[in-house]
């Protein structure tokens, strides 16, 4: 490479830039203007591509000169659409006269040591963007908020515009420790009152489905098709998810900002965008913006709601984020995270849920190698089990609760624990699952000696309900010796344990086999224990089930 040549090029382009004057007269076809403008794209590229060889000086001409550029080509009369369309029908640019100034600003903005984030040593208090003197900032996000097919700004154009705004909220964060220009107001649109729009808010306006739709059938060598669809979407994710970290985390006036950003998200409906957006992309695409649904399900039952209301159960959708041929771990973990949460919150997603139709596929999933799936499908099930036996019968009917079985015997402790506490509550509101619990009996009682406190909290309260609803699995738990298995439990365990211990040895001494096992093993006895214990005599819920076993035991 001859860099002399390269760089009279540049300087050539940057000759172009800054000799350009609008004409008193705009026209369709003003060739001084397209120089400008091509001359724009080519010294940016330079910048980006060679910055070993070419290095821009941004001062006040260039500034001015940029400003001149955007002045004039708004200025000029709207040209005609089909030489843009090139065989289509939507007429986006391939390039328009607006990208080059749009790369230069992405120059300009990328930069952490450039003008426009200089301070004024003459002043004692200072803002951020105090260098930004021309408010490039300012006029890129006007740019933004007008672009649309008829604007002179390609889809490359709008993704650079996009990612001016990006560059600039990172360098907020960097160097003021601060993200208070996510909510600044900005230039409202015609008609809307001031305050109305803010940056965050204009962002998430650039998933609208008519925009997304234009690109996707826009070729995808000129910029747009699912390719072109996956690097518009990926930016304003990642803006999105940089919305969601503290730039301090000990400020409350930061945490402020994201109860802001969370509220403008909801009232521009992001999540209904987002989910509509998957349709537009490749499945390879899907998991930035899908760990943006699964943090806002949870964060919020509304963004739950509008999650399942914008279609995110709809079986294409949601059958695809689970497909563990097609899908990355991450992605399937996000989607398992989303079912889990709604199920969760409340038996009102029940149904639609259950009418994703996705049991086989959860079938599936327990067989994963990745202990964290086969560890979120046993959450998710405890939590279809929560509030009501809906999920029984398709439990059953698909075999859902082997997996469950399983999950109980494996090695993985994370898998373990919550395998327990989904097989608790597939036995908490009937008997319909016992028989297919049944084998699950040996793994409960083994886990009754995890080193996990939760682990063992879980498999103790499994076991209550497994005589909570009738006598099915009482033979099977005084085979496996249930009963003395939770007296010792009683006995040594932690005091914080021991109230659930009671409440399941109240369950059992329901039944005659059980109470005579328990009182010749020496219940009562460790019940005197419990009651003269400092650390649990004072327990009301010990107090309330102790007193229980006793009448239990009295009336036998």
Same mark, same amino acid.
């Given at each position: 490479?001859?860099?002399?040549?390269?760089?009279?090029?540049?300087?050539?382009? %940057?000759?172009?830039?800054?000799?350009? &004057?609008? =004409?008193?007269? +705009?026209?369709?076809?003003?060739?001084? $203007?397209?120089?400008?403008?091509?001359?724009?794209?080519?010294?940016?590229?330079?910048?980006?591509?060679?910055?070993?060889?070419?290095?821009?000086?941004?001062?006040?001409?260039?500034?001015?000169?940029?400003?001149?550029?955007?002045?004039?080509?708004?200025?000029?009369?709207?040209?005609?659409?089909?030489?843009?369309?090139?065989?289509?029908?939507?007429?986006?640019?391939?390039?328009?006269?607006?990208?080059?100034?749009?790369?230069?600003?992405?120059?300009?903005?990328?930069?952490?040591?450039?003008?426009?984030?200089?301070?004024?040593?003459?002043?004692?208090?200072?803002?951020?963007?105090?260098?930004?003197?021309?408010?490039?900032?300012?006029?890129?996000?006007? %740019?933004?908020?007008?672009?649309?097919? &008829?604007? =002179?700004?390609? +889809?490359?154009?709008?993704?650079?515009? $996009?990612?001016c705004a990006q560059q600039v909220l990172q360098q907020e964060r960097e160097q003021e420790n601060s993200m208070n220009l996510f909510i600044e107001p900005i230039a409202p649109y015609s008609g809307q009152p001031q305050g109305s729009l803010t940056l965050i808010a204009l962002v998430c306006r650039h998933l609208g489905t008519d925009y997304l739709h234009e690109l996707h059938d826009w070729p995808e060598s000129r910029g747009g098709g699912a390719v072109g669809v996956s690097a518009h979407l990926t930016i304003i994710c990642q803006i999105i998810t940089d919305s969601f970290r503290l730039a301090n985390p000990n400020s409350a006036e930061d945490d402020a900002v994201v109860r802001d950003i969370q509220q403008i998200l909801y009232k521009e409906k992001l999540m209904e965008m987002l989910v509509q957006a998957l349709d537009y992309t490749e499945i390879a695409f899907w998991g930035t913006p899908f760990a943006i649904i699964s943090k806002l399900v949870n964060s919020s039952q509304h963004f739950a709601k509008a999650f399942v209301d914008g279609g995110g159960l709809e079986p294409n959708r949601i059958q695809r984020v689970l497909d563990v041929k097609k899908s990355s771990t991450g992605l399937i973990s996000d989607g398992l995270n989303v079912l889990s949460q709604l199920a969760r919150l409340s038996k009102d997603f029940y149904p639609a849920i259950h009418g994703a139709n996705l049991y086989d596929t959860f079938a599936v999933l327990f067989q994963q190698t990745e202990k964290e799936i086969r560890g979120k499908m046993c959450t998710l099930i405890g939590n279809l089990c929560k509030h009501s036996p809906y999920f029984y019968e398709p439990m059953s009917k698909y075999k859902l609760v082997d997996g469950l079985v399983n999950c109980c015997n494996d090695k993985d402790a994370y898998t373990q624990k919550f395998s327990a506490f989904a097989v608790g509550n597939a036995a908490f509101h009937s008997d319909y699952l016992y028989a297919d619990l049944k084998p699950s009996i040996p793994a409960i009682l083994k886990l009754l000696s995890s080193s996990d406190d939760k682990t063992r909290q879980n498999a103790a309260g499994a076991l209550s309900n497994f005589v909570r609803n009738g006598d099915q699995l009482v033979d099977k738990l005084v085979e496996y010796r249930a009963a003395e298995a939770l007296l010792n439990m009683l006995k040594n365990d932690k005091a914080s344990l021991k109230s659930i211990i009671v409440i399941t040895i109240n369950s059992f001494c329901v039944y005659p086999v059980f109470r005579d096992k328990l009182v010749s093993s020496g219940l009562l006895q460790v019940i005197d224990e419990l009651e003269s214990d400092p650390s649990t005599c004072n327990d009301a819920t010990i107090k309330k089930y102790v007193g229980r076993i006793k009448d239990r035991i009295n009336q036998g």
């Open positions: 490479m001859n860099a002399k040549k390269v760089q009279s090029l540049a300087t050539q382009g %940057l000759y172009a830039v800054t000799r350009y &004057k609008p =004409e008193k007269k +705009p026209s369709k076809n003003n060739a001084q $203007l397209i120089y400008a403008s091509a001359a724009c794209l080519f010294v940016a590229y330079l910048q980006r591509e060679l910055r070993d060889v070419v290095s821009i000086n941004v001062d006040n001409a260039l500034m001015d000169s940029l400003c001149l550029i955007i002045e004039g080509v708004k200025s000029v009369p709207n040209r005609p659409v089909e030489p843009r369309a090139l065989g289509t029908s939507f007429g986006c640019s391939e390039y328009g006269l607006l990208d080059g100034v749009a790369h230069i600003m992405s120059v300009i903005f990328s930069d952490p040591k450039s003008v426009v984030y200089m301070s004024d040593s003459s002043k004692r208090n200072h803002r951020f963007l105090e260098g930004d003197s021309r408010n490039l900032f300012r006029i890129s996000l006007e %740019l933004l908020r007008d672009s649309d097919s &008829k604007i =002179e700004l390609s +889809p490359n154009g709008v993704q650079t515009l $996009l990612r």
